[in-house]
């Protein structure tokens, strides 16, 4: 995460947020829970890239506030009360119904590995994973534009839209300022992901066994 998620993440760059013991205690607390999937390069087994995956209850957002009003470190005391705000915005417990939720939280990938997909099955897999865990809905917080579009490609429903600009500090200055055009927090959903694990499955069957046919086809007779 060092290396290849602190300098590519918008919020963090926004506020000029060195990599620093509290961050890596909430990722730590992530790993814990054991539903990370990590790419690795095949040559030399180096980690290229990763998903850092969580559960989430209803009563996480006053949890990280509390932990925010903790920390000593200003920059990073805004951070978390920004991802506790988002965590509640959608209200997505009330509204759904549901006293877990599976969201996939930290992604990243290796400057040198981008490009090339990994981003986009990093988190193809994890969703799988969610869905075999048995969780009743999967979330994405899409800080920047690159996730939200591989979210869009997985078929996940946007259900709310947080513009950085709207987010202000106490003298109604925006807390955020990131690069263009990394404009705002899209949090994206699955609210039937078994349904649609299953659906991907069949299709993904349907579509290899189309390939085998036509490769069938193109034997030479003997």
């Known amino acids: ?5 602190y300098d ?3 919020t963090i760059m926004s506020l000029n947020i060195r990599p620093n013991s509290v961050l890596d205690e909430l990722a730590l607390r992530s790993l814990a829970e054991g539903y990370t999937l990590v790419a690795k390069c095949k040559y ?6 990763a998903c850092i995956n969580q559960s989430l ?3 996480d957002p006053e949890m990280q506030e509390k932990l925010a009003c903790s920390v000593k470190h200003d920059e990073t005391r805004k951070l978390i009360m920004f991802q506790a ?17 599976y969201e996939m939280a930290y992604l990243f990938v290796n400057r040198s590995h981008r490009k090339k997909g990994l981003a986009f099955r990093l988190l193809e897999e994890s969703k799988s994973l969610g869905a075999d865990a048995g969780f009743p809905v999967i979330r994405c917080d899409a800080t920047n534009v690159n ?3 591989i979210c869009e490609k997985l078929g996940m429903q946007k259900v709310a839209d947080i513009p ?14 990131p690069p263009w055009p990394h ?21 993904k069957k349907g579509n290899f066994l189309k390939f085998s046919k036509r490769q069938h086809h193109k034997q030479p007779y003997v």
């Open 183 to 203: 404009q705002s927090t899209q949090i994206y959903c699955d609210c039937a992901p078994q349904y649609n694990e299953l659906k991907r499955k069949i299709q």
């Open 1 to 5: 995460m060092h290396q290849s998620y």
């Open 147 to 149: 996730t939200a579009k």
């Open 164 to 177: 950085y600009c709207t987010y202000l500090d106490q003298n109604l200055q925006p807390i955020f300022q």
């Open 44 to 49: 030399n087994g180096n980690i290229v890239g």
């Open 85 to 101: 705000y988002v965590s509640r915005a959608p209200d997505l417990f009330r509204c759904l119904g549901v006293k877990k939720i």
């Open 8 to 10: 590519g993440e918008p």
């Open 57 to 59: 209850s209803e009563w």
